[in-house]
């Protein structure tokens, strides 16, 4: 084809700059970003100035302090993340193993992302033959189903030896946008069923710090959990991935809670070729979305 004949909104342009450009927006700036993507800081400011040439429109304001994305580099931006997750389907797609099988996949509901449906949506697409079985509930059983060789693989909290990091979440107070912390009652406390981790953490946290309490709603999920908070039934103690929009963070004077770690767990065998890839892929999945959780991101 003649250049005559070729489209002038052709994108000409690598994955590499667009990787650089949504680190940037992502990060909130150069600096992040260049560790982000193991580049220097002036390289991934002149691959954005080249890509912003090429383009003909201005990506991000940039001062001495900040940088903020432009109206029209929100809207390539999110084409940009588009094309990435096809690039990285592709590449998983021919590079799947070629034998059919069932994953087992076992979630502890409290770690459920937000956005689990459409990770699990692209990771079939990128395998396509590989079928996913999905089972919920709390950490504990997840890992005795997994015992009896019925779950291929589980994310759960620390309640078991043996187990990966894949990263450090954040616990959190959360409850009624009313709640006085410095109340002489007792704090109304909504948890999950025994023997759940969090629940354990609330108590000893409270009783350390000499704060009365009881059980007003003992819950068998999250969304039980949520659901009560919501209605300002009490308080909570939750991982921030769990938090939704409309349920309150509570500071002031109650006491600091650690953070906990979220792992994933093997089935015995170790056979199933899909199970460490589909580990993988939740978790590029999850930071490329930036989700709401924490920074310090450890790889499996």
């Known amino acids: 084809m003649s250049d005559s004949n070729r489209s002038a909104f052709k994108l000409e342009t690598d994955l590499i700059s667009l990787r650089t450009l949504v680190a940037v927006v992502e990060e909130g700036g150069f600096t992040a ?4 993507v193991n580049r220097t800081q002036s390289a991934i400011s002149l691959q954005i100035a080249k890509l912003e040439e090429r383009l003909g429109v201005k990506l991000l304001e940039r001062t001495s302090r900040s940088v903020a994305i432009t109206p029209i580099g929100e809207t390539f931006v999110s084409y940009a993340r588009r094309i990435l997750e096809l690039a ?9 193993p070629d034998e059919a099988t069932v994953l087992r996949v076992g979630f502890a509901e409290y770690l459920v992302p937000q956005h689990l449906h459409t990770l699990l949506a692209r990771f079939r697409r990128a395998h ?9 509930g709390s950490g504990g059983e997840m890992l005795k189903t997994m015992d ?4 291929d693989v589980v994310f759960a909290g620390p309640e078991a030896t043996g187990g990966r990091l894949l990263w450090e979440e954040q616990l959190v107070w959360t409850g009624s946008g009313d709640f006085v912390a410095d109340s002489p009652d007792p704090v109304e406390l909504v948890l999950m069923h025994a023997p759940c981790s969090y629940r354990q953490i609330a108590f000893d946290a409270l009783t350390k710090a000499r704060k009365s309490w009881k059980l007003s709603i003992d819950a068998n999920s999250v969304h039980a959990v949520q659901s009560a908070i919501r209605a300002g039934l009490g308080v909570s103690v ?4 769990a938090i939704l929009e409309d349920m309150p963070l509570l500071e002031g004077d109650l006491p600091e809670l ?6 994933c767990y093997f089935g ?6 899909y199970a460490q890839r589909f580990v993988d892929f939740l978790l590029a999945g ?9 920074a310090a991101w450890i790889e499996c």
Not at 238 to 241: G, I, Q, R, T
């Open 268 to 273: 015995t065998d170790g056979s199933n070729p």
């Open 148 to 151: 009896r060789n019925e779950l």
């Open 88 to 96: 990285d389907e592709a590449i998983l797609a021919v590079s799947s």
């Open 128 to 136: 396509p033959n590989c079928d996913l079985s999905l089972v919920l």
């Open 286 to 294: 999850i930071e490329d979305r930036r989700l709401r959780l924490p």
């Open 258 to 263: 650690p953070n906990t770690s979220v792992m």
């Open 33 to 36: 970003a260049a560790r982000r």
């Open 238 to 241: 939750l991982p921030v991935s």
